[in-house]
């Protein structure tokens, strides 16, 4: 990836974590207590937990290749008690050091917090950013993933602008753009992904959607 390009993704990763702390601060804290639909053993505050948290364990070299939930959890918990200003605080105080991080070693946390915006922006009832860059890098991403973990390359999925797949795929799977990029980051449920099929049949490429864990069984509020 060349500096510009790392400087733009770094640059969509500073809008989405300016949006989500202005979002935190425009709701009033007992909001934040609502459960995430798309992580629903954790609470909105715990959801920013876990981001401010997985920002702090980047820059301390503490990464699982996995991200697995024994890690996660240990960020939530660690903030249990901290109010929703103080990790608005810990995120922005860690922000320089992010970028320089990303900078370093590539830009994979803007996943993270382009994912968990929507999730963030669900439970609370604010839609939004909803045609950003940053959105649109990570649905790629998560579209080479897809076919990584796919049964075979004959599935086509179709946005109002994007597309992935090939043209004479025998599955053919449309949707908003928005709404592919939330089903390859597994918040979109099996049921929808069957209703969105024109051709063919999604059923084989079910798992290779839940590659961020089981898809949720009833839809998203978003």
């Not at 604010?126 to 790629?140: F, W, Y």
């Not at 592919?180 to 999604?202: H, I, K, N, P, Y």
Request: charged residues 30%.
């Amino acid at each position: 990836m060349s500096e510009t390009e790392t400087a733009s993704e770094i640059a969509e990763w500073r809008a989405a974590h300016e949006r989500v702390c202005a979002l935190v601060e425009s709701v009033d804290p007992a909001r934040l207590e609502q459960r995430v639909p798309a992580c629903p053993d954790w609470t909105a505050r715990d959801l920013l937990s876990h981001v401010v948290g997985l920002g702090a364990d980047v820059l301390d070299g503490d990464e699982p290749d996995d991200h697995n939930d024994e890690w996660t959890q240990a960020q939530v918990d660690a903030r249990r008690d901290r109010t929703a200003a103080e990790l608005v605080a810990e995120w922005r105080g860690l922000a320089d050091g992010l970028e320089g991080w990303m900078r370093e070693h590539g830009t994979r946390p803007l996943n993270d917090v382009v994912i968990h915006e929507q999730d963030l922006r669900s439970a609370l009832g604010a839609p939004g950013a909803r045609d950003t860059e940053g959105l649109a890098i990570v649905r790629e991403r998560r579209a080479v993933k897809f076919r990584d973990a796919a049964p075979d390359d004959s599935i086509l999925l179709v946005g109002d602008t994007w597309s992935s797949g090939p043209a004479d795929a025998t599955t053919r799977v449309r949707a908003s753009d928005f709404d592919l990029a939330r089903a390859l980051v597994s918040r979109r449920t099996a049921d929808q992904l069957r209703a969105w099929t024109e051709t063919g049949d999604v059923t084989p490429y079910l798992d290779a959607f839940a590659g961020l864990g089981p898809l949720p069984e009833r839809p998203l509020p978003e």
